[in-house]
């Protein structure tokens, strides 16, 4: 093997190594973070406001006596709080975890 050859395949190497960091530095700012916005502890509630989409937060109420998680949708254009899911904890985490609740 030649020089030149030498220099190809090393220029060749490279360039897969560049476009592995390349691809992975863009999956870390196309990949949206969660971010929580404000976390609130009381007692046994507790609540955490957090963006989904652009135009739209979360609230989540997690109650630590009645053991549900709620999840509120805030429609911050139009100004409305909807419940949108309400998780009963101790079916969601029964053996299986399916998050399907189990028969009593």
């Known amino acids: 093997m030649d ?3 030498t220099a190809c395949y090393s220029l060749i190497a490279s360039a897969f190594v560049l476009a592995g960091l390349l691809v992975a530095t863009a999956i870390d700012r196309v990949t949206p973070a969660a971010q929580a ?3 609130v502890n009381k007692e046994t509630l ?3 406001t957090a963006k989904t989409r652009p135009d739209e937060e979360a609230m989540f109420v997690l109650d630590g ?3 549900v998680l709620l999840i509120y949708r805030l429609d911050v ?3 409305q709080l909807e419940l949108s899911a309400a998780a009963y904890l ?5 053996e299986g975890g399916d998050g399907q609740p189990k028969p009593r």
Do not use: E, H, I, S
């Open 37 to 39: 916005g404000m976390v």
């Open 77 to 79: 254009a139009k100004k």
């Open 90 to 94: 101790p079916d969601l985490f029964q």
């Open 3 to 5: 020089r030149l050859n």
């Open 46 to 48: 507790t609540m955490l």
């Open 65 to 67: 006596l009645n053991q």
